[in-house]
């Protein structure tokens, strides 16, 4: 069990956890995991860290379709601040406890401001990872928003 999962858990809220078997060669894991999954890459969500105002301290995170790509203004506007850069590689394992590509917006070891593109909407339930490569939840959007206490925007392009 992840920490996201153990956060799923004991909210009560209905959940899936998928596993499939991880490429260490692939380069994009959101692509990898909806095609493993057999999921729409706009139902697979990617989390990513960012810096606000280029503070590798001071991060926050989206949460965006693996069809697309972060608009940092839209994310900086999102959070209130002038601008945002993606957080240092580093900085985001440390501040979230997770690897890179198996990044989950659950569970994480610090409560950071965090943004879920609005397209989730579109679905009863999105994809998003489970704290390692090769392992997904499958939640409402609703339930992400409550459990991560984050905002919906039009962060995704």
């Keep these: 069990m992840t920490p996201a999962i153990n956060i799923a858990k004991k909210a009560g809220i209905h ?4 596993e499939y078997h991880h490429n260490p060669a692939v380069e994009s894991y959101g692509e ?14 990617k989390t990513l860290l960012v810096a606000m105002e280029g503070d590798q301290k001071k991060l926050a995170v989206a949460v965006v379709p693996v069809a697309g790509q972060l608009h940092l203004k839209s994310m900086a506007s999102a959070l209130g601040c002038k601008k945002v850069e993606m957080a240092d590689p580093a900085a985001a394992q ?6 890179v590509g198996g990044i989950s917006p ?4 610090k ?4 943004i879920i593109d609005s397209s ?3 679905f009863e339930t999105i994809y998003v990872s489970a704290g390692r490569r090769g392992l997904e939840i499958e939640l409402s959007p609703r339930d992400l928003h409550v459990l991560t ?5 039009d962060i995704g392009r």
């Excluded at 959940?15 to 998928?18: D, I, K, L, R």
């Excluded at 990898?32 to 969500?45: N, P, R, Y």
């Excluded at 409560?111 to 965090?114: A, E, F, N, V």
């Excluded at 206490?149 to 925007?153: R, V």
């Design 15 to 18: 959940y899936t956890v998928h």
């Design 32 to 45: 990898e995991a909806a095609s493993a999954l057999g999921a729409d890459v706009k139902q697979v969500f």
């Design 94 to 99: 440390r501040s979230s406890g997770y690897l």
């Design 106 to 109: 659950l569970g994480q070891k």
């Design 111 to 114: 409560r950071l401001p965090t």
């Design 120 to 122: 989730s909407s579109l």
């Design 149 to 153: 206490s984050a905002k919906f925007a």
